[in-house]
């Protein structure tokens, strides 16, 4: 059993090693690591803006339930 786990280990290893050579990681995006607060939060305000927009008339085109908007609407309101 320990014979088997060794090699298993060393095949994943080996397969690592070769995936991590065929695709190597990309350099970070320092801009966007410098200002991802700013940008999740500004992705944050402006989906909540779209989310008070919505209205019985386009409910049909998101899929969304009369229901739903109404739950929406109270858990905002709190």
Known sequence: MLHCK???G???LHLLD???RRFPLAEPDLLRLMHRTLI???VRALILDELRRL???V???YGLLPSQLQAWKAALDT
């Open 59 to 61: 409910l049909a085109r």
């Open 18 to 20: 070769r995936l991590s």
């Open 55 to 57: 209205h019985e008339g």
């Open 40 to 42: 999740t939060d500004t």
């Open 6 to 8: 060794k090699i298993c």
């Open 10 to 12: 060393r095949k994943v």
